[in-house]
């Protein structure tokens, strides 16, 4: 190490705790009440699952992307105008507790039409296996919806109606993605 480089990291680098920080001294002096990176690394998590879901599908199902310039970690944004799922135009529901899976290998977004007659929920499976889950619709957690739970659900990418309560099977093959619209 030259005499500029630890120069460099004497000034970013607090002796005391080993946090280094680039921008803000009070970060030096630990964990503290924000979240310093977490807002990126969210961003980061919803880039690689919008960008999953679009390759995925062949891009049949692609959402419009904004750009982020915090001071650390540029990401896209996504939410701000309507987007597709099969040539259907739909918003981007993020709301906790709309959907619940019991299988942590099987990610999720959610969409609905602009009428709001219509869910769709997009599911992937993150490993390189093949994984089963119960999905759970809790449609009294989306504000404004008309969508009844279970009325009738299509498993669109196999084009199949599934009968269901509101809470259903699934089953994804290694990286698999499947769609189902509630209506």
């Not at 705790?17 to 979240?35: C, E, H, R």
Request: net charge neutral; glycine share 8%; aromatic share 10%.
């Amino acid at each position: 190490m030259n005499e500029q480089t630890a120069a460099a990291n004497a000034l970013t680098e607090d002796s005391q705790t080993s946090v280094a920080s680039y921008y803000w001294n009070a970060m030096n002096k630990g964990a503290g009440p924000y979240p310093h990176h977490a807002w990126w690394q969210i961003g980061w998590i919803t880039d690689y699952l919008m960008a999953e879901v679009q390759l995925r599908s062949g891009n049949t199902i692609v959402f419009p992307r904004g750009f982020v310039t915090p001071k650390v970690g540029p990401h896209e944004s996504y939410g701000f105008a309507t987007g597709r799922i099969y040539n259907e135009t739909v918003n981007l529901v993020i709301r906790q507790g709309v959907i619940e899976c019991d299988n942590p290998n099987i990610e999720y977004i959610i969409a609905q039409s602009i009428d709001k007659k219509k869910l769709f929920v997009v599911l992937l499976n993150d490993i390189g296996e093949q994984v089963n889950g119960t999905i759970k619709l809790n449609s009294r957690k989306l504000a404004g919806s008309i969508v009844p739970a279970g009325k009738k659900i299509t498993e669109l990418s196999a084009g199949k109606n599934i009968t269901a309560d509101g809470s259903w099977q699934t089953s994804l093959h290694p990286y698999g993605i499947q769609v189902y619209k509630i209506e």
